[in-house]
C-alpha cells in the first residue's frame, strides 16, 4: 500500500515536469528557390549551427529570435531537378533539429503548363 502511494506521488510530481519542457525543436523546408528554412522551438536568443545537404553541404550560423524560431536562406545553393534535401540544426544549448529527406523540383514535365478543361467548338 506504502508502495503504491509513493509510486503514485512520484508520478504526479515528475509527469508535469517532463510536459513543462516545451516541444521538441523542429526544422522545415518553406521555399525552394531560394532554398529556405524554418526552426521552431529553439531556445530565444540560442545561436544555432544549420548544416545543409543537397548535391553538397552548406552550413550557416543564426540566431534564434526571442520566441526560438529562425529563418534562414541558402542563396547559392544549385539544386538540380528532382535533388534530395537534408538538413539539421543544432542548438549551442543542445538543442536539436533535422528536416526529414526532401525532394524538390519532381514535378512532371507532362503537367506543365497547368492543363486546362477541354473547350468544344460546337
Same mark, same amino acid.
Given at each position: 500500500?506504502?508502495?503504491?502511494?509513493?509510486?503514485?506521488?512520484? *508520478?504526479?510530481?515528475?509527469?508535469?515536469?517532463?510536459?513543462?519542457?516545451?516541444?521538441?525543436?523542429?526544422?522545415?523546408?518553406?521555399?525552394?528557390?531560394?532554398?529556405?528554412?524554418?526552426?521552431?522551438?529553439?531556445?530565444?536568443?540560442?545561436?544555432?549551427?544549420?548544416?545543409?545537404?543537397?548535391?553538397?553541404?552548406?552550413?550557416?550560423? *543564426?540566431?534564434?529570435?526571442?520566441?526560438?524560431?529562425?529563418?534562414?536562406?541558402?542563396?547559392?545553393?544549385?539544386?538540380?531537378?528532382?535533388?534530395?534535401?537534408?538538413?539539421?540544426?543544432?542548438?549551442?544549448?543542445?538543442?536539436?533539429?533535422?528536416?526529414?529527406?526532401?525532394? *524538390?523540383?519532381?514535378?512532371?514535365?507532362?503537367?506543365?503548363?497547368?492543363?486546362?478543361?477541354?473547350?468544344?467548338?460546337?
Amino acid at each position: 500500500m506504502r508502495a503504491a502511494l509513493l509510486l503514485g506521488i512520484l *508520478v504526479a510530481v515528475l509527469v508535469p515536469a517532463a510536459g513543462a519542457a516545451g516541444p521538441a525543436p523542429s526544422l522545415r523546408l518553406m521555399d525552394a528557390k531560394p532554398l529556405t528554412l524554418r526552426g521552431d522551438n529553439f531556445r530565444g536568443g540560442e545561436r544555432v549551427f544549420v548544416v545543409m545537404r543537397t548535391n553538397r553541404p552548406y552550413a550557416r550560423t *543564426v540566431n534564434a529570435r526571442s520566441d526560438g524560431s529562425f529563418t534562414i536562406e541558402f542563396p547559392n545553393t544549385t539544386l538540380l531537378r528532382c535533388a534530395r534535401i537534408t538538413a539539421s540544426a543544432r542548438g549551442a544549448s543542445g538543442t536539436h533539429a533535422a528536416l526529414p529527406t526532401r525532394r *524538390v523540383f519532381c514535378t512532371s514535365e507532362r503537367v506543365h503548363p497547368p492543363l486546362l478543361p477541354a473547350v468544344s467548338n460546337r
